[in-house]
């Protein structure tokens, strides 16, 4: 056939429509329809080179490959078709619309494809004005492009006329790397060169496993790409034994959140695939074949366990950033020891539903997942956790397998939680126990320092809920607290009034009375930010609290409220007075104590809107751990060991270790 030296035509669609096909495309598209044309050809090696002018502006942009040309013969078929590629029907081939060669307008006014096809030297024109129209004409030997003449064969496109701007190239080698990295882990023989750099696979993590079935041994490969590959979504490849696909299908687990995956399937087996039944080629492998099935279950098996680890590891770092964004609950007002196993009961149930159904996280904003968080951990601390369960079960959309999973990982995570809750309890039960001794056989020698005060430290739980470790001071606030107090104690000396029974004065002489001071930030009972300033006057055991010591929390309460720098509205102050018992003979403090009853706060003396006054004596607030906590008490049982035989100093080393 006579070839024509010059041949001109049309795409079958308007300039205005072939560019409507683009709008939403980035700057560096082109760049990739161009290396996948040359992939469709058959390449095996593409190279982008960018040049730029002295002002650092797109000058020309070559992109070079060794496939198998152009025929300039078929130009009609090839630039005249647009949406309609006679590629599509190939699945090795990525550029099957048949439209991808025009997307340089995006960027550049001209575009030349200069080609040698079956020892055929030619070139293309395309002009940006005028998309729809190309021009092509056969080259002289010494016309074509020296690349080419030593490749023998390939296509080298060449963008000029620049209108548009394209990344720095370490930002877009990042760019080629995640569009063509999975195509390249899949085809390891071929490569992509962007100025002279070869573009490297992502970070993955790939999986290879072997499964035989019947009298078929298939290569599996599964790849899990840690960014979403820009234009591939998660496809299974089966590959023939020459390693040309046959075979392409959405895989099992693609649209997971953040789950990415290709899948190469190799094996003889495929050499004579076919995906529907061939009446020509009765013995031909297909789909329905019982061996393919086989296989098919054994790969989803292996994808599952792909994604079960994916899953539990992201969780984790879900969670994490759930933590460090500060969505889970601060638990005010409960010591930390409860703190730290009621925020990991609600970290490992919030894990567990991630696993369970990533999608009721994946979907939602901060606020939403915020929400979400403090809900369940109010449910899962309730008596309702048998309600959170039929809530999930109604809310998500999993299959009997996966909710049995689910209620298996809250049953779990409730029961740690209650396991940790026990340990709690038991700690503290064990620690009210041995207090309650030292204070009823060894008062008389126990020490405030270094006795009384790190057993304080470790344990102030035991003055309520509300009430953190106090036994860290504030360096300022401390000192200023501890001089005015030693002003208004120094008034007054020891004496028989503050003694119930002679014989424990000599023992009280020996004592010192302790004193703990902290200053933190808070929230007052209308939820406004405020400092808690808490001091706690603790009076050496052998001595008991009256009216004497009462008047000395009062006078120094006076003398806060007139000092300058502690007028602040934002300073709130808490002053507790602590001793082993009260005097069976004082009247004053009882009477105090029962005008304020029914405030229903524990040793509430006198109370103001920035001041409260509290007197508590050791016995009290150990019957009322017990009290609070007596039917967990009773159903658990716990041993409640003899300590008749115990030395105050091994007493004293058992509570203040810390838990």
Not at 80 to 109: P, Q, V, Y
Not at 129 to 137: A, L, Q
Not at 382 to 401: C, I, M, P, R, Y
Not at 578 to 603: E, K, M, V, Y
């Amino acid at each position: 056939m006579t070839k024509k030296l010059v041949f001109k035509g049309s795409a079958a669609i308007g300039n205005s429509g072939i560019k409507r096909h683009f709008k939403n495309a980035e700057p560096w598209q082109p760049l990739f329809e161009l290396v996948w044309n040359g992939f469709d050809a058959a390449a095996s090696f593409v190279s982008v080179d960018v040049a730029e002018n002295e002002m650092h502006g797109l000058e020309r942009v070559v992109v070079l490959d060794d496939g198998d040309g152009i025929e300039f013969d078929a130009l009609t078929d090839t630039f005249g078709s647009f949406n309609d590629s006679a590629k599509r029907t190939n699945l090795s081939l990525k550029g099957e619309h048949g439209r991808g060669r025009l997307a340089f307008h995006m960027i550049c006014r001209n575009a030349s494809w200069f080609t040698r096809c079956n020892g055929v030297d030619a070139v293309i024109y395309v002009a940006e004005p005028t998309i729809k129209d190309f021009e092509g004409r056969l080259l002289e030997g010494a016309e074509q492009n020296a690349d080419l003449l030593r490749q023998g064969k390939g296509t080298l496109v060449e963008l000029t006329d620049f209108t548009g701007a394209l990344p720095e190239l370490d930002a877009l080698r990042e760019k080629f790397s995640v569009e063509f990295g999975w195509y390249l882990a899949v085809h390891p023989e071929k490569q992509v060169v962007l100025n002279g750099v070869t573009i490297q696979i992502p970070e993955h993590e790939a999986f290879q496993k072997e499964i035989a079935t019947d009298d078929a041994i298939f290569q599996a490969q599964v790849i899990r790409w840690e960014q979403r590959p820009t234009s591939e979504k998660s496809y299974l490849y089966l590959l023939n034994s020459s390693g040309a696909p046959v075979y392409k299908v959405l895989s099992s687990l693609n649209q997971k959140p953040n789950f990415f995956t290709s899948v190469c399937v190799t094996s003889a087996w495929a050499d004579t695939f076919s995906s529907e039944q061939d009446l020509l080629n009765p013995g031909a492998h297909t789909l329905a074949s019982p061996t393919w099935k086989k296989f098919k279950s054994e790969l989803d098996r292996l994808s599952q366990s792909i994604y079960d680890k994916f899953l539990r590891m992201r969780a984790e770092e879900v969670v994490q950033g759930y933590e460090d964004e500060g969505y889970f609950p601060s638990y005010v007002g409960l010591d930390d020891a409860e703190k730290a196993w009621r925020h990991q009961h609600t970290r490992g149930l919030v894990r567990n539903l991630y696993i369970a159904e990533p999608r009721v996280f994946s979907n939602a904003n901060k606020k939403q997942a915020k929400l979400i968080i403090r809900l369940l951990d109010r449910l899962a601390v309730s008596n309702e956790n048998d309600a959170l369960f039929e809530v999930l079960e109604g809310a998500l959309d999993l299959d009997a397998k996966s909710m049995q999973v689910l209620a298996k990982q809250l049953h779990r995570t409730t029961l740690e939680s209650i396991v940790a809750s026990i340990e709690v309890l038991q700690r503290r039960a064990t620690a009210v126990q041995q207090l309650r001794h030292v204070m009823n056989e060894h008062y008389r020698e126990v020490r405030e320092t270094p006795d009384l005060q790190k057993v304080i430290e470790n344990n102030t739980w035991l003055f309520g809920a509300r009430y953190e470790t106090i036994g860290a001071e504030e360096d300022t606030f401390a000192k200023v607290a501890r001089r005015m107090r030693d002003e208004v104690m120094a008034r007054t000396s020891l004496s028989m009034d503050d003694v119930d029974d002679e014989e424990d004065l000599p023992g009280a002489r020996r004592q010192a009375d302790l004193f703990l001071a902290r200053k933190f930030p808070s929230t007052d009972s209308l939820g406004n930010k405020v400092y808690r300033c808490i001091v706690v006057e603790i009076k050496r055991p052998a001595i008991s609290l009256n009216k004497k010591h009462l008047r000395q929390l009062e006078d120094y309460a006076d003398i806060i409220k007139r000092q300058p720098e502690f007028k602040s509205e934002k300073m709130h102050f808490e002053l507790i007075l602590l001793g082993r018992q009260i005097s069976s003979a004082d009247t004053i403090i009882p009477s105090r104590l029962n005008n304020l009853i029914a405030r229903s706060d524990p040793g509430l003396v006198a109370d103001d809107p920035r001041m409260k006054l509290y007197v508590m004596n050791w016995y009290t607030l150990l019957d009322g751990f017990e009290l609070t906590h007596g039917f967990m008490l009773e159903n658990l049982k716990l041993k409640r060991d003899d300590y008749t035989a115990a030395s105050k100093d091994d007493l004293v080393a058992e509570l203040q270790a810390e838990h």
